[in-house]
């Protein structure tokens, strides 16, 4: 059998006993134990299961977890620590500090039932990093017309995300 | 017994408060039921060992924390926000003062499915009253003076210069508050319409004083929704987070087709798939591993090379129409208005106007398919992890399912993606396979569905068709109505694992209803009629496609059908389509949200269609239609304008302006928020949602296929609301899908001339269409 590999995982290394085709999320659910990425479609055409790779949207659902090794993934679960470093944040701030992207979704109230949330809240971030300042044309544009698919919402949260993405811009820029 | 109070002279609800003895550590007041003067609530005696093992329904601790259980859960609506504000709001509290565990059937009193909100809230809003009066008993008692002068705020009782705390009041002491319930518990019953009776949970008896609602503070407050944090921060607990020692994660072999039958199992490739091992029961097959990958694999790799034989017992979705009109209708399910009446005056009137409506089958389609864990032990019991709506109508079908009696089961709640009603009776669902493949493995057991398979294999919400009628008079104005609905039925709850397995399934019987809740008081001479046939393709061999309601059942499809009957009688009568609602109603509530919502939407009268409306041209022409809807004390309103591309069929819908008045609005901004998602649903349906099948399968399986509204889709969406103090609560979120198909469908008539009575109004449709 092939030496484990090796996955940085929310700025932590860890060992992974699953083969390198295994789609990334069942080794980051059922290894790692994180639940911010779900399952959806498992053919990459909702974004419920999205991470980031090296910054940039992955769904994570099709992705073997060959092609991550070397990079750093982040989960909802790691977006904090991003922040704090980012901003440089004490040890004591950065523990009670969330992204702003995710102190976004709560003031706006964003979720109901949730499920398609953790993918959104991934793509909200990697379109922050590239353009600190959307218009609702441009964020309507990144949740639905980037490849692989759009980001789907059966709930119809759709309004709520594009309020949080502008208050989330306007605290990251602040 | 320390104090009595009697609120209605009938001793049969009279709520009872006793001290049962004195506990130095963790005093509390529990509240919990009694079924009282059961022989006086004929056909709703209760077995005891169905209920009596509840602890508590409210418990009000010496910490100053309140806990309450509800068997409902939270659906992605906010309810579990709601059920906190009423319940807080009875008892003078904060709601964050308040911990709610919903769902869990071993831990929650039976609250019947969760749709049912209005229901819910009464009950809540009675527990809580009747909590408040034995409190208020209590700390009368403790300071010495009247109850009727006492007043609380924030849980701190105060009167004669004296104050305490609930807590207090509660402290070292286990008191116990019995409050009078009926109510029967669900069973799998093969007299009721969808196979399984009770439903509806426990209802509170008596009548409380309660609060006055115009002396409310903590309804109608903008209080957060409690799961927030934990949802985008990675900390929720998701039903498909369950893991449990020992457990196998199990993918299902789907049959080719509705009605296959199995011939022979695929080979499972031990090299490949070392752990991985086939469990097969008649025709439900499924691949189970420790390791989930290896289980999704191997299954799929199993599935090539099983062999099943072909079934084509569906027409076709190309065919729908003509398959329910080819049905043999004998007699309609319900039945409401008198024939002779109305065909008297639709025969003597000078103008009359006919039309068919339609609407392809439908899905709920969560983004997150079916999941499901279950523990079936040796000694019989039985423990699943859901997010069914209804967990004690999960109950019943699962003890019926594995023959288990039900005592030995219990359904534990979880949150995922929301089920907009199909789980409503407790079935469908992964629930089912888990259980079977647990009896039948010895082990633990999580089944996840695909989304190809949740698509294929949960139940629709049938496609129908309606014949409507009217008759005008020499004003304008619709003197006699009538409809007939045509559809499969929408009550087929039955567990797929069992249908496949060839165990014991609830038995629904074919039916309809009808759902419209009437909205014109002006036009009194009508004749309603609903058919429901068994599911379309159904025989000795296959279940066909399983019908199920979803949001808005009935009066979704049913008002479609009226409210674009209506928008043509206006159209035909040359007058402004709200002017003509408003000439057929005195209701002031209806008359209200009207002109609130067209004041909101800038609505300049005039009849439709639009002077400019052209059917031809690459150039968008642009249009506006309305619809109103009565449901569950609530009345709404839609306003949509559209954007329609002639030549290349492409329907846009740029705003949609929404009004409800639902009675007292319990916290404003989740109802914004419910309402504007709501729209995004409703459009999706009126524009993109359609089942499609072929003789023998579904073949709408991925989202390309199955196809729902996008973010940029999404219209601009206008919210209008009007709270009430004195209408009670009324459903504050289910029609806002509902609301939006005859506005969309009245606004592309206004844009083109063309009178569209099908959704959805694809490309492909509407060119057809346009050519005439």
């Known amino acids: 059998m092939a030496d484990p590999l090796s996955l940085s995982v929310n700025g932590v290394q860890h060992p992974v006993s699953a083969s390198p085709d295994t789609p990334l999320l069942y080794v980051l659910r059922n290894e790692l134990r994180l639940s911010g990425p779900r399952l959806g479609c498992g053919i990459a055409q909702c974004g419920a299961c999205a991470v980031l790779v090296d910054g940039a949207e992955v769904r994570s659902c099709i992705a073997p977890i060959s092609s991550a090794v070397g990079k750093q993934v982040t989960t909802i679960e790691g977006l904090p620590q991003v922040w704090a470093k980012k901003k440089g944040l004490t040890e004591s701030d950065a523990a009670r500090t969330l992204h702003p992207v995710q102190q976004a979704w709560i003031d706006e109230q964003v979720p109901q039932c949730g499920y398609c949330q953790s993918g959104m809240i991934i793509a909200a971030v990697e379109l922050l990093d590239k353009n600190p300042n959307p218009t609702v044309v441009q964020i309507k544009d990144a949740f639905t017309n980037k490849p692989p698919s759009p980001h789907l919402c059966r709930c119809g949260t759709y309004a709520a995300i594009i309020e949080a993405v502008q208050l989330a811009a306007k605290t990251m820029s602040a | ?772």
């Open chain 2, 1 to 772: 017994m320390l104090t009595k109070t009697d609120h209605s002279g009938d001793c049969s609800v009279t709520p009872t408060l006793t001290r049962r003895g004195f506990f130095k550590m963790g005093g509390a007041l529990m509240v919990s039921f009694t079924f009282p003067g059961l022989s006086a609530i004929a056909g709703e005696v209760q077995p005891a060992s169905a209920t009596s093992q509840l602890a508590s329904w409210l418990e009000i601790r010496q910490d100053n924390t309140i806990l309450v259980r509800t068997g409902r859960t939270e659906i992605g609506t906010g309810m579990s926000a709601y059920y906190a504000q009423v319940i807080a709001e009875e008892l003078n509290v904060q709601p964050e003062a308040i911990t709610l565990i919903m769902g869990d059937t071993d831990k929650t009193p039976d609250g019947g499915y969760s749709a049912g909100f209005l229901v819910g809230a009464a009950n809540l809003r009675k527990v809580g009253a009747y909590t408040y009066q034995a409190l208020l008993g209590l700390a009368a008692e403790k300071l010495r003076v009247p109850a009727a002068t006492l007043t609380v705020t924030d849980g701190m009782v105060s009167g004669g210069g004296k104050s305490i705390r609930y807590g207090e009041l509660v402290q070292d002491q286990q008191l116990d508050l019995k409050i009078p319930v009926s109510g029967a518990p669900p069973k799998v019953d093969p007299t009721s319409w969808n196979g399984i009776a009770g439903l509806d949970g426990l209802t509170v008896l008596g009548d409380p004083p309660t609060k006055p609602m115009s002396q409310y503070k903590v309804v109608g407050k903008s209080h957060p929704m409690p799961g927030t944090p934990g949802k985008v921060t990675g900390k929720t607990q998701w039903s498909c987070d369950v893991t449990l020692p020992g457990m196998l994660h199990a993918r299902l072999v789907r049959p080719a087709t509705l009605g296959s039958t199995l011939i022979s199992v695929g080979t499972l490739d031990k090299t490949r798939f070392p752990n991985a091992q086939v469990i097969t029961k008649q025709n439900l097959v499924a691949v189970l591993s420790p390791n989930e990958w290896e289980a999704a694999s191997a299954a799929r790799a199993v599935a090539s090379s099983t062999k099943w034989s072909e079934w084509s017992g569906l027409p076709g979705s190309e065919n729908l129409t003509q398959a329910l009109r080819d049905y043999k209708w004998v007699t309609p399910s319900e039945s409401k208005g008198n024939a002779a009446d109305v065909a008297a005056a639709l025969g003597r009137a000078s103008k009359t106007l006919s039309a068919t409506y339609e609407q392809p089958y439908i899905k709920h389609a969560p983004i997150g398919p079916f999941v499901a864990a279950a523990d079936v032990r040796s000694d019989g019991a039985v423990t699943v992890w859901t997010h069914s709506a209804n967990s004690q109508g999960l109950r019943a079908q699962i003890a019926n399912t594995l023959s288990t009696p039900i005592e030995k089961v219990v359904v534990r709640w979880l949150d995922h993606a929301g089920q907009f009603g199909r789980t409503t009776f407790g079935g469908d669902g992964a629930e089912g396979d888990a259980a079977i493949l647990s009896q039948l493995s010895g082990k633990p057991v999580r089944v996840q569905w695909t989304l190809q398979e949740d698509l294929a294999w949960s139940a629709s919400s049938p496609g129908w068709v309606e014949d409507i009628s009217c008759s005008l008079d020499d004003h304008g104005c619709v003197t006699a109505l009538r409809s007939a609905f045509y559809s499969a039925q929408s009550n087929d709850a039955r567990i797929v694992g069992a249908l496949l397995a060839g165990m014991p399934c609830s038995q629904p019987k074919p039916g309809n209803w009808i759902a419209t809740e009437w909205p014109y008081d002006k036009i009194q001479c009508r004749l309603e009629q609903v058919y429901g046939m068994p599911n379309l393709g159904a025989d000795s061999q296959a279940p066909g496609l399983r019908g199920l309601i979803m949001r808005t059942p009935g009066q979704r499809q049913q008002n479609f059908a009226l409210e674009s009957l209506i928008n043509e009688a206006a159209a035909c009568a040359g007058i402004d389509p709200i002017q003509f609602r408003l000439l057929h109603t005195t209701d002031q509530r209806l008359i209200d949200i009207i002109h609130a919502t067209a004041k909101a939407a800038a609505w300049e009268p005039r009849p439709s269609p639009h002077p400019g409306a052209r059917r031809t041209g690459t150039e968008p022409v642009t249009g506006r239609g309305v619809d109103i809807m009565v449901r569950q004390n609530s009345y709404w309103m839609g306003i949509a304008e559209v954007a329609v591309t002639p030549d290349t069929g492409l329907v846009q819908v740029a705003k949609f302006t929404i009004g409800l008045d639902c009675g007292k609005i319990i916290n404003p901004r989740q109802l914004e928020r419910c309402m504007k998602s709501g729209v995004v649903m409703g459009v999706s349906e009126a524009l993109k949602e359609e089942v499609t099948f072929d003789k023998g399968k579904i073949t709408s399986t991925s989202w390309s296929r199955y196809k729902i509204l996008t973010m940029a889709e999404m219209p601009e969406i206008k919210v209008v609301q009007i709270s009430r103090d004195d209408k009670g609560f009324g459903g504050g979120s289910e029609a806002a899908n509902a609301i939006c198909t005859p506005a969309v469908a009245a606004a592309f008539f206004d844009a083109t001339g063309v009178h569209a009575r099908r959704i959805p109004l694809t490309p492909a449709y509407v060119t057809t269409l346009l050519k005439g």
